[in-house]
């Protein structure tokens, strides 16, 4: 499954409890259709202490959100945009904002 955003890249979260925050990708699971965004979807989980040093508690950890409810950050615009492909003359390929043109790496 092909994805539109991946690791590193700054989103907007564009539907759920955390809509409207902007933070960057940690990981991306592309067989999944999910990106773990930093911040974004806060999970208690519970560590069973597993050595006599380590010790056990509850953590604050992201969880995974799919991909769709994510849009790449466009700087220029300050808003969620659609992402589209572009060959420069060089021969590499980058994603360009649709609204704005911009090149967004």
Same mark, same amino acid.
């Given at each position: 499954?092909?994805?539109?955003v ?21 990981? =991306?699971?592309? @067989?999944? #259709?999910?990106? /773990?965004?930093?911040? %974004?979807n ?5 560590l ?8 056990g ?12 409810k994510?849009?790449?950050?466009? =700087?220029?615009? @300050?808003? #969620?945009?659609? /992402?589209?492909?572009? %060959? ?18």
């Amino acid at each position: 499954m092909k994805m539109h955003v991946k690791k590193n890249d700054k989103v907007i979260v564009i539907s759920g409890e955390d809509k409207g925050t902007i933070a960057n990708v940690v990981t =991306a699971f592309p @067989k999944e #259709g999910k990106v /773990v965004v930093k911040g %974004v979807n806060m999970v208690k989980k519970h560590l069973k202490p597993r050595s006599a040093q380590q010790q056990g508690g509850i953590i604050d950890q992201e969880a995974p959100i799919y991909a769709s409810k994510v849009m790449l950050y466009c =700087a220029n615009c @300050k808003t #969620g945009v659609r /992402v589209g492909h572009k %060959v420069l003359e060089d021969g590499s390929k980058v994603r360009v904002c649709k609204k704005c043109g911009a090149v967004i790496e």
